[in-house]
């Protein structure tokens, strides 16, 4: 116990806060990266021509040989794309599958965002406020709102985007929603239970 106390006090706590707040915005910085790559066409999927299979292809190529890409992102969803009948991609295809990046990434932009912030004041020294309490809160719906909702968003994306398409999508996607769905919760409780301390201090205050 007495070593824990040496490990977690003041000095280590602000110093492991700065260093999350520089990690929080080197990873928006990395999404925001991987926001650029999907919209260039270089977002991986698996497509189906009449020539063959091939497991890691981008829009933005013509020779679906993996040893000619460069930078590609991908999701976590198991994308399998079919091509026309003249073997090509609609522009409406890869606009979908775009569009599929942008609902998963931009949420997490905002909620790494919301993240840097409580480190930030952290390291200075503010713990128990309710800008915390604010921050932790709406970083925990963000979350939960990619693990619930956004599944069901791209699924719509894919058919509508099918309907006006030649070329077309198919997703798997939701497999790993309780993975999501825990830490989204345990942050709104970390919310709640700070937001309940500084009432309980706000009481202790006003008695003495």
């Known amino acids: 116990m007495k070593g824990l106390q040496k490990l977690v006090n003041e000095r280590y706590a602000k110093s492991a806060a700065q260093f999350m707040k ?55 969803d198991s994308i399998f794309v079919h091509a026309n009948e003249n073997d090509q991609l609609d522009l409406a295809t890869q606009i979908a599958l775009s569009l599929m990046f942008a609902f998963h990434t ?18 200075k020294g503010l713990i128990f406020s309710e800008q915390n309490a604010f921050y932790l809160l709406y970083y925990g719906l963000i979350q939960l709102f990619v693990a619930l909702f956004v599944p069901f968003i791209k699924l719509l994306i894919c058919y509508i985007f099918n309907l006006i398409s030649s070329s077309q999508i198919t997703i798997s996607t939701g497999s790993n929603i309780l993975n999501h769905v825990v830490p989204s919760i345990a942050f709104i409780v970390a919310a709640y239970i700070i937001h309940y301390g500084i009432h309980l201090q706000d009481e202790v205050d006003h008695t003495i």
């Open 106 to 123: 931009v949420p997490l932009i905002f909620a790494y965002w919301l993240l840097s912030r409580v480190f930030a004041n952290i390291n």
């Open 22 to 76: 520089f990690a929080c915005y080197f990873i928006i910085l990395f999404l925001l990266l991987c926001l650029a790559l999907s919209f260039t066409g270089r977002q991986t999927f698996r497509l189906q021509t009449s020539t063959g299979t091939y497991d890691s292809a981008i829009y933005a190529e013509e020779n679906h040989n993996p040893a000619s890409r460069s930078f590609t992102v991908s999701m976590d």
